[in-house]
């Protein structure tokens, strides 16, 4: 399995099953991160006697935890939807104060906050859906572009593993557009910083490129996607939301006339993005998380 981190990496036989990972774990340890949408209370019990601080990461509310933090980083999340779900003593880390962005992230941004104005024409375009992109997004978008008459140049980030790659590739090459295929590459936020638009899903991905005042297009790639997708469009960060299926492609080709032709409004999007999401998520955690663990270290 592939790790880029400096950690070792434990592979649990059976990920479900909290025993596995007890007896890997030879001593006790501060902090446990669970990140699982399968997982609840019944598994963070059993973590009780692996760390004394036991970390959530939610998205959907509806499981009950048992653990001394819990974040949730979605748009507008109010403590009332986990008033049923966790104990009092749980530490509620929620709303976008507390969003994860890449390190790289934070470099490219100074370089926009000190005075890049939006480009009078589009010449970049950033397409991501994530690795996967398990609803073809990239194949509508790509097909989408090539029926913009304008030169583009077209970067796109997608996982070497994604089943229909092929097809990707088999687009691009014949695509009018200079279409660029980036796989499993590390280096998004480079491409990003480069994009007049951006066309890509909700999730993490948004957050991205409102961190980096990129005007986008947004395709709702999940349900847990469809309340920040609504929340950018209505903030005015994003147009869309264009959903799975036979109607994409028209979909995007829409939008991305109206995004094309309208320097005001890449603009007055831009700007909008800046100011939605701050970038300070990571700090704010690691600030919870030591003052949490300092509490009730073993």
């Known amino acids: 399995m592939w790790n880029r981190s400096s950690f070792p990496l434990l592979v ?34 059993a973590m ?23 974040l949730d980083a979605a748009h507008g999340r109010s403590a009332e939807a986990y008033q049923d779900l966790v104990s009092g003593t749980c530490r509620l880390l929620l709303g976008s104060d507390y969003v994860l962005l890449a390190p790289e992230l934070h470099e490219k941004r100074q370089d926009i906050l000190t005075g890049q104005k939006v480009s009078e024409d589009v010449s970049n375009v950033f397409v991501c859906f994530g690795g996967m992109d ?29 089943r229909h790659l092929p097809e990707i590739l088999d687009l691009a090459e014949i695509s009018h557009q200079d279409v660029t295929i980036h796989q499993d590459c590390s280096y998004v936020a480079d491409l990003l910083a480069n994009a007049d638009i951006a066309l ?29 997708c609504n929340t950018v469009v209505n903030h005015g960060v994003a147009l869309g939301v264009v959903e799975p299926g036979i109607g994409a492609t028209a979909a995007m080709h829409e939008l991305l006339g109206t995004l094309l032709e309208d320097t005001l409004l890449r603009q007055n999007m831009s700007n909008a993005a800046l100011h939605f999401c701050n970038g300070m998520g990571a700090r704010n955690i690691v600030s919870a998380i030591e003052e949490t663990v300092s509490q009730n270290a073993i």
Request: charged fraction near 25%; glycine fraction near 6%; hydrophobic fraction near 45%.
């Open 12 to 45: 649990l036989d059976e990920p479900h099953d909290p025993a596995c990972l007890v007896k890997l774990i030879d001593v006790a340890s501060d902090l446990v991160v669970i990140d699982h949408y399968e997982l609840d209370a019944r598994y963070e019990d």
């Open 48 to 70: 009780r006697n692996v760390a004394a601080t036991r970390f959530v990461f939610e998205d959907t509310p509806g499981r009950y935890h048992n653990a001394e933090i819990l």
């Open 134 to 162: 398990g609803n073809k997004f990239v194949i509508d978008a790509l097909r989408a572009l090539d029926l913009v008459d304008q030169q583009l140049s077209v970067d796109v980030a997608i996982g070497a593993g994604a």
């Open 200 to 228: 890509g899903a909700g999730g993490v991905n948004a957050w991205e490129r409102c961190f980096l005042g990129v005007p986008s297009i947004v395709a709702c790639a999940a349900e847990n996607q469809l309340d920040l």
